[in-house]
């Protein structure tokens, strides 16, 4: 039996980075990507949009598995559709909170996911990506950040989309979502035992994307000339 695609996980609460980090390494590696967060984002956004109750697993299960979802390049086309810039809008993310916690939503997602692992190689970013999804991953990444420094990032990040952004509201948003999401009885957010945790606050990207490459390095996922390549 041929031996599966392997893959870097790189998960973390809201704000840490994670996002950023597994583009970069994915880039650097030439592999794919998946950003297992916009999935959420996206049927949270289509939830909305259609009003079904983001409390209801079963409707929203439903409605996930009749979508077509396709990344490209930046856009996120869900049935045609471009949603980059309204999934990234803070309702969304709070709804996606909510619904990712829902087990039949998980499951439903969990497939999207799995079928993401092909050759050359995945960096999948998320919440749970290494303790659930591919836990059979070589490198599990777990990045980190205070909560302050995470809204700061949040705020600059939307701002610099052009959406709206309130600093206060984005540290109550992003405390209550840390509570959510760690506290969840399906799939908490936690490092996996084999986690190498990276605490972003007060490091540069640059300096992330380098401890995160000495550890893909580390374990022989690729040879040094192709991680070093600018």
Do not use: C, H
Not at 58 to 86: C, H, K, N, P, Y
Not at 164 to 187: F, I, Q, T
């Amino acid at each position: 039996m041929a031996m599966p695609a392997p893959v870097v996980t790189v998960d973390g609460p809201s704000g840490s980075g994670k996002g950023t980090l597994a583009r970069l390494i994915a880039q650097r590696l030439g592999w794919r990507l998946l950003d297992s967060g916009a999935l959420y984002r996206i049927v949270a956004a289509v939830a909305l949009a259609r009003r079904i109750d983001t409390a209801n697993g079963g409707d929203l299960a439903a409605m996930a598995q009749q979508l077509t979802i396709e990344f490209r390049d930046e856009a996120v086309l869900v049935d045609g559709e471009d949603l980059s810039r309204r999934i990234r809008e803070e309702a969304v993310g709070e709804a996606a909170s909510v619904v990712a916690a829902l087990p039949e939503v998980r499951a439903a997602v969990l497939r999207l996911q799995t079928d993401m692992r092909q050759l050359p190689g995945l960096v999948a970013d998320g919440r749970d990506m290494g303790t659930v999804v591919f836990p059979d991953a070589p490198v599990k990444i777990y990045l980190d950040a205070g909560l302050e420094a995470r809204a700061e990032r949040r705020y600059k990040q939307l701002i610099d989309k052009g959406l709206p952004a309130n600093l206060p509201a984005l540290l109550a948003s992003l405390r209550d979502r840390d509570e959510r999401d760690k506290g969840r009885v399906v799939s908490p957010l936690k490092p996996a035992p084999d986690a190498f945790i990276i605490d972003s606050t007060s490091l540069s990207i640059d300096r992330v994307l380098e401890l995160a490459l000495d550890r893909v390095r580390a374990v022989g996922l690729m040879g040094d000339t192709n991680i070093n390549q600018p």
